[in-house]
């Protein structure tokens, strides 16, 4: 168990550094700094084929255990961990870009704020779609069993390309199925088993993963949105392979494995905190450094971003405010 943990704090890891990376990526094409963008925009295709619902996923192998709690203590746990962090985050990150629309790409601003409990405040929809999976996920296993609620799960994912316009049900009916995944993990001996790291499934699904990943860029230039939408469960599904098989693999470096294990315990923190980041690195990177080269650019961004994002919590996680919107209530040290 404690080795199967491990590898979920070095996935989180992973996935966190994709997510900066990826942001990084998204706001340099948005800004439109000139140059050819064509290279950026494939890496920026690959991550979003799975990084998220990676999240999802690893999120949903210790539901099991979550879904036997009591009604009141189960909802009160996610209300600390996600809704109160989503709620903080918005109107910090909300106001901050209010304040600084004209340096920005996004336009959000004080009305996002107020529209967030009912519509998602950009890129925290994760937090308040994660809520609402759970929420989903205790009260749908009480109703329909745990096979039924995958099955609802599935439906929800062939649904998607008819009712993605509709409030949350784009993010939810992706990501929805595979968090349900996720709860098999330690329940069912062949997923756990398939799991397994081993030189060979690694091998096969760096390979899967490059197929897979071809043919889905081939889709996104349809702009058909069904066919996307149903290529996703194959991006979705190596990404996520490929990201467990390579934690799992880099326990032969122990100090990288600390490290990213680190980011993985850390992830939250820098989930909530690296918006603003991410455009202060980079009118950072194009003012003062005078940075050129685009791709140069991206990786300036991240790693500028997620040294505030880590300053930040290293600052914050020491108050009790801090430690509330990062999702872990009121505890002391």
């Known amino acids: 168990m404690s080795k199967r943990i491990q590898w979920i704090d070095v996935a989180k890891g992973i996935g966190i550094l994709l997510v900066v990376y990826g942001h990084a990526l998204g706001g340099i094409m948005n800004a439109d700094q000139g140059g050819n963008t064509n290279i950026l925009q494939v890496l920026y295709n690959i991550i979003y084929g799975f990084h998220m619902p990676l999240f999802f996923f690893l999120s949903g192998i210790f539901a099991r255990n979550w879904v036997k709690r009591a009604v009141g203590i189960a909802l009160r ?134 197929i897979i990943n071809v043919m889905n860029l081939a889709v996104l230039k349809t702009n058909n949105y069904m066919a996307e939408s149903y290529t996703k469960a194959l991006t979705v599904i190596i990404g996520v392979l490929l990201i467990v098989y390579i934690a799992q693999w880099l326990e032969h470096f122990p100090k990288l494995t600390t490290r990213l294990a680190w980011l993985g315990r850390a992830s939250m923190a820098i989930y909530v905190m690296h918006l603003i980041p991410i455009a202060g690195s980079r009118i950072i990177a194009l003012n003062v450094l005078k940075i050129n080269s685009l791709f140069l650019l991206s990786i300036t961004i991240s790693i500028i971003a997620l040294t505030m994002c880590l300053i930040g919590y290293y600052l914050l996680e020491k108050t009790k405010i801090g430690r509330l919107s990062f999702g872990e209530g009121l505890k002391t040290k």
């Open 77 to 210: 746990q996610k209300i600390t961990s996600l809704v109160i962090p989503y709620f903080i985050w918005t109107v910090i990150t909300g106001s901050i870009m209010a304040l600084a629309q004209k340096y920005t790409n996004s336009g959000l601003g004080i009305r996002n704020i107020l529209l967030s409990p009912v519509a998602p405040f950009s890129e925290y929809w994760f937090l308040y779609v994660l809520f609402v999976t759970f929420v989903v996920y205790y009260f749908g296993v009480r109703l329909f069993g745990e096979q039924g609620i995958l099955g609802i799960a599935v439906i929800f994912f062939l649904l998607r390309p008819f009712i993605y316009h509709y409030w949350i049900f784009d993010a939810f009916s992706l990501n929805f199925v595979f968090f349900c995944i996720g709860t098999e993990v330690f329940e069912l001996n062949q997923v756990f088993e398939f799991l397994e790291y081993s030189k060979k499934k690694v091998l096969l699904a760096v390979l899967l993963f490059i």
